[in-house]
């Protein structure tokens, strides 16, 4: 730990005279909101709800991996003229290692927990630690709960702006929700079945649609041989065809295990920030698994 700490005292240290070698011009912000957020799906939601109104700043880029990615300087000199942070707080090491840092940089950043009276899953064994499941967002009823989070966040930083914010997340909650019903819907006869991924992000999706997350990353590492062939045994035992990865976790075991079971590698990205089309595709794409 003690080189990511001086790693990130190093990369403050870049932030500042990023910004003093190069201040950004007072009208990057217009009168608009600058909103920092973790991951993409949560700058999807922030733009639906702040409509034109909130610009906002990724931190974990689409393909980077959120549980060891690692700000860029010049990030964390935009991050200084962000008005709020959007945590997932949810645990998730990106924000573990770096919120304080974040804070550091600056004091003046509203922080904002989008988990706010969101129910979480124990762990699905991609941490290390004891903490909740932190990929709740792929869950659309508790996306429409993080609308509603956003919602309250913005209007107490922009309070003439109040009700848009409100009718923008209740607009957004009823598209989650329709989206959740022709989900379910899709998904229903499948109910039970059990699907392969390489990192576990997908434990929410599937306790809302009754179906098994079987992942092979075990405690955020590539699995043992003993644990490999145990997936191999259990894959074959429950006739799986589809292995699911997604860009930003590269596996070499997925590759070994879809050649032992011949199974086919597809991809289900959880930090697509095309949120609605991204969950109906993964929704489709599993059908189209069990249907095999
Ligand atoms: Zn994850």
Redesign the pocket.
Known sequence: MTTLKARIELFAGIAALVLFLFPLPAAAAGDGITAAVTIAPQAFLVDRVGAGRVETLVMVPPGSD??VYEPRPRQLALLSRAAVYFQLGSG?EFENAWMGRFVAVNPEMKICDLSRSIELLPSSG?HTGSGPD??YWLSPRKAARMAENIAICLARLDPGSAELYRENARALAAELSALHEEISELLAPHRGRAFLVF???WSYFAAEYGLVELAIEDEGKEPSARRLKELIDEARRREISTIFIAPAFPAASAAAIGDEISARLVELD?LSGDYLSNLRKAADRLDEDFRR
């Open positions: 959120p549980h998730i991609c932190p990929h990192h576990p992000a959880p």
